[in-house]
């Protein structure tokens, strides 16, 4: 038994027109503002110059952020990834795109517990990892205990579940 997800899929955006407005709008500020404040003041500070710059470069990533997720894409796709893959080799987990990815083999693990959102896990070298999984929704949770549990009794490896 297997379990693979890409949780970024599993996370639908609906399109949205006025989040592509927003963003739009935000690209013209991004643009506009400094320039008009350029404009209207005689003396500009390098402070000034780089508050503007900074100001610009932060309206700017939020415009692009509300154009892709009001054409329905989801901007996280492109950062990173974040999915499940247990197999009969491997237990690879990360929650979100910012999270390091939690793996483990399972030639590795000795013995596997379950204990409130975690999987406190005995490698064969008698050292501990804990495998937070407090990030996923609960029918993902009921799932990876389901499909751990299952390789487990396959293995002989000792669990609580």
């Known amino acids: 038994m297997e379990l693979k997800i890409d949780l ?5 955006i609906k399109k949205s027109r006025l989040r592509v407005a927003f963003g739009i709008f935000c690209f013209l500020a991004a643009i506009s503002f400094p320039i008009t404040m350029i404009i209207l003041r ?3 500070t ?15 990533i939020n415009g ?3 154009v892709t997720e009001g ?3 989801n901007y996280e796709s492109f950062l990173g990834k974040a999915y499940i893959i247990i197999d ?14 939690q793996l483990i083999n399972w030639s590795e693990v000795k013995a596997i517990d379950y204990k409130l959102n975690k999987f406190k896990i005995k490698k064969t070298d008698n050292s501990i990892m804990i495998i937070d999984l407090s ?3 609960y029918i993902i ?8 549990s299952c390789i487990t009794k396959e293995k002989n490896i000792q669990s609580n579940f």
């Not at 949770?141 to 751990?148: A, N, T, W």
Request: glycine share 2%; proline share 2%.
């Open 8 to 12: 970024l899929k599993q996370r639908v």
């Open 42 to 44: 005689e003396i500009i």
């Open 46 to 60: 390098p402070f000034y110059l780089v508050f503007l710059v900074i100001y610009s470069v932060l309206i700017t």
């Open 64 to 66: 692009i952020t509300n």
């Open 71 to 73: 054409l329905g894409y």
């Open 88 to 101: 009969s080799e491997i237990i690879s987990l990360k929650a979100t795109v910012f999270e390091k990815e």
């Open 135 to 137: 990030k996923f929704d």
């Open 141 to 148: 949770l009921q799932e990876i205990k389901k499909v751990v």
